[in-house]
RNA sequence: GUGACUAUCGUUCAACGGUUAGGACUGCGGUUUGUGGUACCGCUAAUCUGGGUUCGAUUCCCAGUAGUCACCCCA
């Protein structure tokens, strides 16, 4: 990576911007105080925050074959675009990440306003589309609602390859039905845009954390099992069993394999129903071969989740796992923001993940249509008549490149030569005066005189003879 | 939030406690006048920021910032 530029010609003193902060401090959501700058943010005029970043031209074409396949998916399975806010009242995600998540109490992006409002960037799509569909009543649309999202999201964590403060997500989300062969066909989904991008090694974890009652329950009976066994666990471990005991199960040291080896799993302290929810689900993927794996400890880091919860993850051949995206049911989530009863299931993808995967693995890019003409001018006169010229061309279906700032006729077919273009249309000073142009095959180096009303042909007819020899 | 490693032209890789910080790629221009490849020539362009040690720092030390990795967590 390179290292950024740092701009600092325009130092000045370092003078304070005030202290009028203070004023506007709330009390009703916990914010730390902001600590001073630790930067003359005058130096840093040139230079990204901290986990932001540029995608730039180069990386746009993987951007644009993601973009491609999420809308072909949302079309093939229904589901319609909303665009949603990026900021959002804080208490919006208080209240559905829930308090006590990471995501809340680390990683939000917290602001007041000049109104004085407490706001939050967006940590995840699914709260926003939550009070988007209450506020809009869409309740009353026929069921199942779907919508589907694409925009940036926001976490104040620490950054590194594949993670950033600011990162894209697509979100798919289906409301008003409790089936669950809707989970199955919201992982089916999440497969077909996986595999339209030319993912391999892909992987499913699914899981069923049943309701938030149940799945007290057994944490309480986990921690109750290890508690008694506390120092045989590693450093680490003894600590995840007051904030996490769940992933002690994920713990990688030998001990710790051994003694969760016969602790209590999840899947036996559900209720009922969300185990009979959870067992045709099960048919439904076996029914549709879908690569997947029942994680006991998979949890993910929001509260409204009920009952399935999946992720969808790339496997390297080193065995080393990447999350690319995962999602699940949240069936009480509409009626604890105060809407009707209503079930749904949505899933976002991690679309910068899912790029660097395409890299990693070679996935082609999207290919843009090269223009195959140069348009190349000699002289003022030329000069005059090359945009029109060019628009005209364009609008009979030729797509033109030129180098209209250049000045000799060497570099600008060093340019079309670079461009790779098969025709190069040259007007000079003798050409503008009687209306004609030089149309140059680039292949053949052969060339020829036209007017201006067979140019389009001439060229046309060059292109035709390349493709035919392609073929 | 914790720890570790790293930081030189747009990219990539050199170098040194001391002269104009060097190469490759890219870009721009040229090798006579209105014709592209290759070749040759030229030009542009960098020591992340702030302090300290030193006669002298890009090099050594400290801090900041950023990136990468592990943890935490997640997409």
């Not at 999350?323 to 299931?345: K, M, N, V």
Request: with cysteine.
């Amino acid at each position: 990576m390179a290292q950024k530029k740092v701009f600092h010609g325009a130092k000045k003193s370092g003078e304070k911007k005030g202290n009028d902060k203070k004023s506007v401090a709330k009390k009703n959501i916990a914010v730390k105080k902001a600590p001073a700058p630790s930067v003359n943010q005058e130096e840093m005029l040139l230079q990204t925050l901290r986990g932001m970043r540029d995608i730039l031209p180069d990386e746009q074409p993987y951007w644009e074959r993601v973009r491609k396949a999420l809308a072909h998916a949302s079309q093939e399975y229904g589901f319609r675009r909303i665009d949603l806010p990026t900021v959002e009242y804080a208490h919006l995600y208080l209240r559905t990440v829930g308090e006590g998540t990471d995501i809340v109490d680390k990683e939000l992006y917290l602001f007041n306003t000049r109104g004085g409002d407490r706001v939050a960037l967006r940590p995840e799509m699914t709260a926003g589309l939550c009070r988007a569909y209450i506020e809009h009543g869409m309740g009353v649309l026929s069921k199942p609602i779907k919508l589907f999202s694409i925009g940036p999201v926001f976490r104040y964590d620490r950054p590194q390859e594949g993670r950033y403060r600011e990162h894209w997500q697509a979100n798919f989300d289906m409301f008003g039905e409790n089936d669950p062969i809707l989970d199955a066909q919201t992982i089916q989904l999440a497969y077909r845009v996986v595999q339209q991008l030319g993912l391999k090694n892909i992987e499913f974890q699914v899981n069923s954390i049943g309701t938030p009652e149940s799945r007290r329950e057994y944490e309480k009976a986990l921690t109750r099992y290890l508690e008694a066994q506390k120092n045989k666990l590693c450093q680490n471990c003894r600590e995840r069993l007051v904030r996490n005991p769940m992933r002690i199960l994920d713990c990688k040291e030998d001990k710790c394999i051994q003694l969760t080896f016969h602790a209590p799993q999840s899947l036996d302290y559900l209720d009922l129903e969300s185990r009979d929810h959870f067992k045709h689900l099960l048919e439904y993927l076996d029914e549709l071969e879908l690569p997947y794996t029942i994680n006991t400890r998979l949890v993910r880091g929001l509260d409204y989740y009920t009952k399935t919860v999946f992720e969808i993850r790339s496997t390297d051949k080193d065995g080393k796992n990447y999350s690319l995206g995962g999602g699940g049911r949240y069936d009480r989530l509409i009626e604890s923001l105060g809407g009707e009863a209503t079930p749904a299931i949505g899933f976002a993808l991690g679309l910068d993940r899912i790029v660097l995967e395409m890299k990693r693995t070679q996935v082609k890019p999207y290919q843009e249509a090269r223009p195959r003409v140069f348009l190349a001018q000699l002289g003022d006169m030329a000069k005059k008549k090359s945009l029109k010229l060019f628009s005209e061309l364009e609008k009979n279906g030729i797509l033109i490149a030129e180098s209209f700032g250049r000045g000799s006729l060497k570099s600008q077919l060093r340019v079309a030569n670079r461009l790779g273009v098969e025709v190069t249309i040259i007007i000079g000073q003798k050409e503008a005066l009687d209306d004609t142009a030089i149309v140059k095959d680039m292949v053949s180096g052969t060339q020829e005189t036209v007017t201006h009303e067979r140019l389009v042909d001439a060229a046309k007819k060059i292109l035709k003879t390349n493709q035919d020899l392609r073929v």
